[in-house]
């Protein structure tokens, strides 16, 4: 096995250690998902595919979501990196990116990598579509938010802790992130699957108010 396989093999078994237990559709399943699809990116864009894979497993071990301490975490993602001996511009690489690319209510400046922007999009494609759907119905249930509340409204231009922190449902977070995400793709091939994913949810949701007023 050589040296970036084991690297590799080491971040998956981190991952797991550290996210399998989350039942808010940030558990390990969702870095696999991210993973495989960044290294679908990456093949077709032409990017460090191990870059890539590497930034795509670490990339939620830090989130404050699930941390509660973003810069705690970090810390912690680049020890680990430095203890399994990667090498110093690999580290800075994934680490940029790790650190860059959270949505945070969609006020962050753009990933200055073809690598950053691959597992950026890779994350951003497991938000939307059938995947999507599931993990905000997952998440807002795991926060203790309704399905659906008529008289709240979507928030706009919200600062990253209103985002986190204010009250929302389900139904409107698809407005506050999900149906921005297609505009934010980054590479050509990330924006194709976002088409796709994107038609998808909205016939979901016309069927939700269809079906949420007795008409379906």
């Known amino acids: 096995m050589n040296k970036k396989q084991h690297i590799l093999d080491a971040a998956e078994r981190f991952a797991r250690f550290e996210l399998e237990k989350d039942s808010s559709g940030h558990d390990?399943?969702?870095?696999?998902r991210v993973t495989q699809t960044?290294?679908?990116?990456?093949?077709?864009?032409?990017a460090n595919s191990f870059v890539c894979e590497l930034a795509a497993l670490l990339h939620d071990i830090p989130d404050e979501k699930l941390t509660g301490n973003e810069q705690a975490g970090?810390?912690?993602?680049?020890?680990?990196?430095?203890?399994?001996?990667?090498?110093?511009?690999?580290?800075?690489?994934?680490?940029?990116?790790?650190?860059?690319?959270?949505?945070k209510g969609g006020?962050?400046?753009?990933?200055?990598?073809?690598?950053?922007?691959?597992?950026?999009d890779a994350d951003r494609l497991d938000a939307i579509g059938a995947?999507?759907?599931?993990r905000v119905f997952a998440y807002s249930g795991a926060k203790d938010q309704l399905i659906h509340d008529p008289h709240l409204p979507p928030r706009e231009n919200m600062t990253a802790e209103e985002y986190r922190q204010g009250k929302s449902t389900a139904i409107n977070h698809f407005y506050e992130k999900l149906f921005k995400l297609k505009?934010?793709?980054n590479t050509a091939y990330a924006k194709k699957l976002?088409?796709?994913?994107?038609?998808?949810?909205d016939v979901?949701?016309?069927?939700?108010?269809s079906e949420w007023e007795g008409k379906s």
């Not at 960044?38 to 032409?46: C, D, Q, S």
């Not at 995947?131 to 599931?134: L, P, W």
């Not at 976002?194 to 949810?201: I, Q």
């Open 107 to 120: 006020g962050k400046p753009p990933m200055r990598t073809l690598e950053g922007m691959v597992v950026q």
């Open 194 to 201: 976002a088409t796709e994913r994107h038609e998808f949810m």
């Open 38 to 46: 960044a290294k679908a990116i990456a093949a077709v864009e032409g």
């Open 74 to 103: 970090l810390m912690k993602v680049e020890q680990w990196l430095k203890e399994h001996d990667v090498e110093e511009e690999t580290i800075f690489h994934v680490m940029d990116i790790i650190s860059s690319m959270s949505f």
């Open 28 to 32: 390990w399943w969702h870095i696999y």
């Open 131 to 134: 995947v999507g759907i599931a």
């Open 183 to 185: 505009e934010m793709m």
């Open 204 to 209: 979901f949701i016309q069927r939700f108010y």
